[in-house]
């Protein structure tokens, strides 16, 4: 296996070269979950893998909880399925837990008062009622309960990992809370090896080729659970291949298909890639879309994939900037090198696809 796989591979596997689905929900399931703190890029980064949807059908689709958004993994806001919510907090939570201990004991937050929260939290969200951070932190106060914004930070944690609360709709640019199980009432549980072998089944069948270390980084699971999930994957299922002497898990019949999709016609390689996108964020190690001309060593100190980078023929050319002038998004590109015309042209169209998906003109 060569670098060039790499990317091949990942762009079929994360429907960035080639989509199979039509919906935003369809999109968030495959992925299983996608980094989501910056929530205008985390849209793009569900339409980026879409054809002809819009931000508003994404809007749509968070406001109708057809894709939900919570904390997860390591832990940071992620997007997830009402059907898989569930399972992937129980996971995840109990190291989520044990890294937000000592800043509990720091806040001199304890279980008691996390009880009393979660019970003001429950009779205020029952029967369908959506609230702000805001409307509850006064709810609290009203309850006799002061929190600074750090606290409430974690007040609300709490409830996320106890399954109690997850995202609700919108209200103009502000975000609500609602209850879990009415808006997750899908969700299912899961004992804990089976939820682990399901993590990486279908971690290693959206991002392969990848390495058990990084689908322990991109967990926030022990790399101790990472081998024990690969001792449980199924062999005539998964495939390892080497590169650079480290073993790289994948799907079998994606060995097949990606090459397939890499010699289409009108595969998409190039694109403008969100901040946190899973492209950069679901592997620890990113030297695959590093331009090794270009990157210097400095520059990937930086973590480039935080930020919004142009990605052409699968790896990092540039970085690009949203603006907006009156009705208009206007896209701004920094290129690290002269392109030549076949390239320009796919950055350019690059940057018209991510215009129309806002539903703007440049």
Known sequence: MIVSDIINYRLFNQQIAKTSFSTPQEIVRWMVA??????????????????????????????????????????????????????????TAPRIRKAMAYYERELELDSKLFNKCNDIIGKALTGGHHLTRLELSDLFQNNGI?????????????????????????????????????????????????????????????????????FSVWSGLTITDAKKADAMLDSKVFTKEVFDGNEYLLKRETLELALDA??????????????????????????????????????????????????VDGIIEGTWKRTIKGKSVVVETCLFRELNKAKSEAVKKSVNRFVKFTGSSE
């Open 146 to 214: 002061s929190l600074n914004g750090r606290q409430m930070g974690h007040v609300m944690m709490n409830a996320e990992m106890d399954c109690l609360v997850c995202s609700g709709r919108r209200e103009g640019k502000q975000f609500t809370y609602a209850l879990f199980d009415e808006r997750a009432s899908t969700a299912i549980s899961i004992a804990k090896d089976e939820a682990l072998l399901l993590l990486a089944e279908r971690y290693f069948t959206s991002r392969g080729p990848a390495t058990l270390k990084d």
């Open 262 to 311: 890499s010699l289409a016609k009108k595969i998409q390689k190039s694109f403008l890639m969100p901040d946190y996108d899973e492209y950069g964020m679901g592997y620890i190690d990113r030297t695959a879309i590093f331009n090794p001309i270009k990157l210097t060593s400095e520059f990937r100190k930086k973590n480039p994939v935080f930020d919004r980078m142009i990605i």
């Open 34 to 91: 996608m980094q989501a703190q910056e929530y205008a890029m985390s849209k793009w980064a569900i339409g980026l893998r879409l054809n002809n949807v819009t931000d508003a059908d994404v809007e749509k689709a968070f406001n109708d909880g057809q894709i939900l958004r919570t904390h997860l993994l390591r832990p940071t806001w992620h997007f997830a399925t009402p059907e898989d919510i569930r399972w992937l907090l129980e996971l």
